[in-house]
């Protein structure tokens, strides 16, 4: 079985510049999560979408979005870069929400984003 | 605000020294404890999800333990290929997994 599949696996851009990111999840799951994890740090959350709605915003500026298509997939679009924002994106599926019912995320590879 | 301290920041073991990794939290109301394996440049890699305290969970040499204000991570007879980065992190009434920064574990033959 196919686990979370993110894409591309590495990219570089230039300061100001617009990035997207994408994730497909596990089959079967609905809900994916974002999370940015810089070098020595654990990662931070960063958007959870649920059934295409979001369910939850870390503590990010404006310049992050995201949303969720009818298929599950996911994007992350990231606006006018930062070379702060480079670190290892990371995107969890989990079957549904933890609140309605018991549910372990599951990480997929990330995406190293480097701005220069 | 919500916590998740993991002790030591690094680990070094010799090939079968076994040890302890620790982890504490300081959640309102946990409803989940998870515990990651990361290896350089990778995704984490899901090991255990403890749910109330006194539950435990075991995998190969990996043993995970849960009181009502922290976990250990107990690793019997480590090998070389247990090197890893291992993460904990908590979520409590969200769907937000709060996470520690990690216990850089080296196991030398």
């Known amino acids: 079985d196919a686990g979370v599949t993110q894409s591309p696996t590495h990219l570089i851009k230039t300061r100001g510049q617009q990035v997207t990111l994408r994730c497909s999840p596990i089959?079967?799951?609905?809900?994916v999560s974002w999370y940015q994890q810089v070098l020595g740090q654990g990662p931070q959350f960063i958007f959870q979408?649920?059934?295409?709605?979001?369910?939850g915003r870390g503590n990010f500026p404006d310049r992050f979005s995201a949303r969720q298509f009818p298929n599950y997939s996911s994007e992350l679009n990231v606006n006018a870069l930062l070379l702060g924002d480079s670190a290892l994106y990371l995107c969890?599926?989990?079957?549904?929400?933890?609140?309605?019912?018991?549910?372990?995320?599951?990480f997929g590879q990330g995406t190293r984003l480097t701005v220069v | 605000e919500d916590q998740v301290t993991q002790s030591p920041e690094a680990l070094r073991l010799q090939e079968g020294e076994s040890s302890s990794l620790n982890c504490s939290y300081t959640?309102?109301?946990?409803?989940?404890l998870f515990w990651y394996r990361q290896d350089p440049g990778k995704g984490p890699e899901f090991l255990f999800t403890?749910?109330?305290a006194g539950e435990e969970k075991e995998k190969e040499r990996l043993k995970a333990t849960l009181t009502k204000k922290e976990s250990f991570l107990h690793i019997t007879a480590p090998k070389p290929e247990d090197s890893a980065t291992y993460l904990c992190?908590?979520?409590?009434?969200?769907?937000?997994?709060?996470f520690g920064t990690g216990t850089r574990l080296q196991v030398f033959p």
């Open positions: 403890l749910y109330s």
């Open positions: 979408y649920y059934e295409k709605e979001e369910r």
């Open positions: 992190a908590v979520n409590e009434n969200t769907d937000k997994l709060i």
């Open positions: 959640v309102s109301g946990l409803r989940g």
């Open positions: 969890a599926s989990s079957l549904t929400l933890d609140r309605v019912a018991r549910a372990e995320a599951f």
């Open positions: 089959s079967g799951h609905k809900s």
